[in-house]
Every structure is written in structure tokens, then in C-alpha cells.
């Protein structure tokens, strides 16, 4: 092989490489979660920090929702092996994406999710009414234990029921700043925003910034929360390229991050802020970023 052809391989090598690259101008990545938890972490560092009282029979709402994951462990029925959460058990939560295609895939993993539930319900009951008909064919005093395991079967039913993910999970493909308006009026008890700021600000610039918080402020129910994951300024530079639009709106931002806190205590109006943790030790490399709940 002489140098021509050498060269006409490696050219040709680096464009099935780029040809592969994701382009994200949303933030929108396919494998999102993949990139920021990785197979070491068994969930979200992110759910540990939350508290139960925001979300358990509460409504709620999920701004960039991506594949649905973080929505769905919210909520998250006791029966899901797979999300290893604190079970928030939220009255409803709405996860909003930009993108048609991670709802697409937020569908999916809801689908799964419940299908894998209803698995584990069907195998716990099929055990469970073995257990009585054994009972059945002993002696009399059997028959109290009998009762009790059809109790727990009935019991174990209706808890499946009350805690179905299909009625208290909602995916909606939506641009929130531009387009996105609550049905009759829909208010919220908890509003998460986790890891969007960047995108929306780079795409919309300081107005679609401001534009986010001042709609979330008005979606929140009197002593409301929002739980926001700000991305730092130093990691706007790297996306900053991925459109025209982004290269332009960077150059004109001046609402910086550390100025979040300000612009929604004293332009936005919340009341409060709490500092969840300056950064999570248990996330990957770029993912260390401080968590904040401001309250209305």
C-alpha cells in the first residue's frame, strides 16, 4: 500500500467517525444518562439530594425530561426493582423534551418499566395463591393462615393499583419557552429543571432565560418549589459552536450563572433559596454541579 492510498484510508476513517457524531444543539443526547452515570452508579446521584415532602402526592413537573428517566424514578412505583430510588410517590409529573425523539424514548422506557412490573406482580401473586391452595388442603387450622394470604393478595392489588406509573406519568414533546402553555390552567407543586439552563440560554439567549423563570414562577403553586441544576459558565464555551444561533447568543449573554440566585430571589420573585449540595462526589467527571431549591 503506498502513501496515496494510506492517506485515502485515513481520510476516509476520520469521516465515518464524524459522520457518527452526535449532534445535540438542545442538549437532546441519546445517551444523556449514559455519559453522566455510567454502569459504576446504580442511580441518579441527583435523586439523593431531593427531598420526599416536594413530591409525594404532590404535582409535578420535569423541564427537559430527555429519555424519561429521572421523571419516571420520581414517581417511582415500589415494585420497579430496577429504580433504586427514596419512592417519592408524586400524585402526577409531567416530563416536558424539545425533542420528539427522546419522548419517543421516554415512552419506551415507561413501557418497559411497567411491563417489568407487571411481570414481578403476576410472578408475587401466582406464589402467593399456591401458597393458599397448599393451605387449603391441610388441616382445619389452615384455614386461618388461608384468609390471611388472600387478604395480601387483595392488598397487594390494590397497592399495585393506586401505585400504577401509567397513571401518574406523562411525556409531552414541547418547546417550554416558546410554546409550551399548561392545560386549564395546570399548577404545580414542584417544578425540576435539571441540567437546562445552558441549552435554553444559548438558544434563546438572556429573554429566553428570563422567559424560563419568570414561567416557571407563574406554574408554581404559593410555597412551591424548583429544583435547579444550572450548568457553570466554563462549560457553555465547549457547545457554544454546535449552531449559528448558539455562536451568536453566546457572544450577547450577560445574565452569567452566578447570577441565577439574584435574578430569581429579587427580579423573579422567590422567596428563598436552599443549597441542595455545592456538588455531588458521586457523579462522573463534569457532572459535579450544585443543586438548588428556590421556594415561592
Same mark, same amino acid.
Given at each position: 500500500m503506498d502513501n496515496n492510498e494510506k492517506a485515502e484510508k485515513t481520510t476516509g476513517a476520520n469521516k465515518r467517525k464524524k459522520k457518527w457524531k452526535e449532534i445535540a444543539p438542545f442538549g437532546n443526547y441519546r445517551n444523556y444518562y449514559g455519559y453522566r452515570i455510567g454502569k459504576e452508579f446504580e442511580e441518579d446521584p441527583r435523586l439523593k439530594v431531593l427531598k420526599k415532602e416536594w413530591f409525594e402526592g404532590k404535582d409535578c413537573l420535569d423541564i427537559g425530561c430527555n429519555n424519561g428517566l429521572i421523571t419516571i424514578a420520581i414517581v417511582a412505583c415500589a415494585t420497579v426493582r430496577e429504580l433504586n430510588t427514596k419512592k417519592f410517590h408524586c400524585q402526577s409529573i409531567l416530563g416536558i423534551d424539545i425533542d420528539p425523539y427522546r419522548i419517543e424514548d421516554a415512552h419506551w422506557n415507561l413501557r418497559n418499566i411497567l411491563r417489568k412490573e407487571s411481570d414481578d406482580k403476576m410472578c408475587s401473586n401466582t406464589s402467593n395463591i399456591d401458597v393458599v391452595e397448599k393451605a387449603n388442603g391441610l388441616h382445619d387450622c389452615a384455614s386461618a393462615s388461608s384468609n390471611k394470604q388472600t387478604h395480601e393478595i387483595s392488598r397487594d392489588s390494590s397497592i399495585c393499583k393506586e401505585n400504577d406509573l401509567?397513571?401518574?406519568?406523562?411525556?409531552?414533546?414541547?418547546?417550554?419557552?416558546?410554546?409550551?402553555?399548561?392545560?386549564?390552567?395546570?399548577?404545580?407543586?414542584?417544578? #425540576?429543571? +435539571?441540567? @437546562?439552563?445552558? $441549552?435554553?440560554? %444559548?438558544?434563546? &439567549?438572556?429573554?429566553?432565560? #428570563?422567559? +424560563?423563570? @419568570?414561567?416557571? $414562577?407563574?406554574? %408554581?403553586?404559593? &410555597?412551591?418549589?424548583?429544583?435547579?441544576?444550572?450548568?457553570?459558565?466554563?462549560?457553555?464555551?465547549?457547545?457554544?459552536?454546535?449552531?449559528?444561533?448558539?455562536?451568536?447568543?453566546?457572544?450577547?449573554?450577560?445574565?452569567?450563572?452566578?447570577?441565577?440566585?439574584?435574578?430569581?430571589?429579587?427580579?423573579?420573585?422567590?422567596?428563598?433559596?436552599?443549597?441542595?449540595?455545592?456538588?455531588?462526589?458521586?457523579?462522573?467527571?463534569?457532572?459535579?454541579?450544585?443543586?438548588?431549591?428556590?421556594?415561592?
Open positions: 401509567s397513571d401518574m406519568v406523562y411525556f409531552q414533546q414541547e418547546n417550554f419557552v416558546q410554546s409550551w402553555h399548561p392545560l386549564q390552567d395546570k399548577s404545580y407543586h414542584t417544578i #425540576i429543571c +435539571l441540567s @437546562v439552563t445552558k $441549552w435554553i440560554h %444559548l438558544n434563546w &439567549g438572556d429573554d429566553g432565560l #428570563i422567559t +424560563l423563570f @419568570v414561567k416557571i $414562577w407563574k406554574l %408554581l403553586l404559593p &410555597g412551591g418549589h424548583l429544583v435547579l441544576e444550572p450548568q457553570p459558565w466554563t462549560s457553555y464555551a465547549k457547545n457554544r459552536l454546535v449552531s449559528e444561533r448558539t455562536a451568536a447568543n453566546y457572544s450577547e449573554i450577560r445574565h452569567f450563572p452566578n447570577s441565577f440566585q439574584e435574578i430569581l430571589l429579587d427580579k423573579v420573585g422567590f422567596r428563598k433559596v436552599e443549597i441542595l449540595t455545592s456538588s455531588l462526589s458521586d457523579s462522573k467527571t463534569g457532572f459535579n454541579r450544585p443543586i438548588l431549591a428556590f421556594q415561592k
